[in-house]
């Protein structure tokens, strides 16, 4: 009986293992894809779509974020890399009058400008949940190896958390490398 009931118990670990293998050897890695757009005529886009196709960053609430990172290359030549957030519709208000704040786990703190006003090149009124920062001075200063934390703040008072991974904030650099 005892027999019996340890290599039942052996094939019941197997079979978890095997599945967990299944699994993880299902999941693909995470890639950006970079896309070469043309906003108007001598206005180009180089835009990265952040984890994979688009994929939502998560906030301390459980609320999904599109991020978007691209490079914008003006007429005047004065290329900057953007990082555009947006939420759900009706789940923000975002402060426009703070700047996005990133922190990592060293305690290292830096800012990147809110430029949401200057997003559409019409008149298209901007919806509250959605955000636009400039992150072409501290790109270069975000360690690709450590997990960052963009904090937003909201009319509400309350800010709003998002986790970014190594792996966001190396393709986030990589649009530098992309010119």
């Known amino acids: 009986m005892k027999s019996i009931l340890r290599f039942i118990r052996s094939v019941f670990i197997l079979g978890i ?3 967990m293998l299944i699994i993880n050897l299902s999941v693909s890695p995470a890639q950006a894809v970079i896309r070469h757009l043309e906003e108007e005529s001598e206005q180009t886009v180089y835009q990265s779509e952040i984890y ?3 994929q939502l960053l998560q906030d301390q609430q459980g609320g999904s974020w599109q991020a978007i990172a691209f490079e914008r290359i003006l007429p005047d ?3 900057s890399i953007y990082l555009r957030l947006v939420a759900f519709p009706g789940t923000a208000n975002i402060d426009h009058s703070k700047p996005l704040i990133i922190t990592n786990r060293m305690s ?3 800012t990147a400008v809110d430029v949401s006003q200057d997003m559409f090149m019409d008149d298209t009124e901007m919806a509250p949940d959605l955000g636009e920062y400039d992150l072409q001075p501290i790109l270069m200063q975000l360690e690709s190896a450590i997990p960052l934390q963009l904090i937003l703040s909201t009319l509400d008072q309350q800010e709003i958390v998002l986790n970014v991974s190594p792996v966001v904030v ?3 650099r990589s649009l530098i490398v992309q010119k």
């Open 17 to 19: 293992l095997a599945g």
């Open 52 to 54: 994979k196709s688009r």
């Open 77 to 79: 030549r004065q290329d």
């Open 108 to 110: 290292k703190t830096l």
């Open 170 to 172: 190396e393709e986030w």
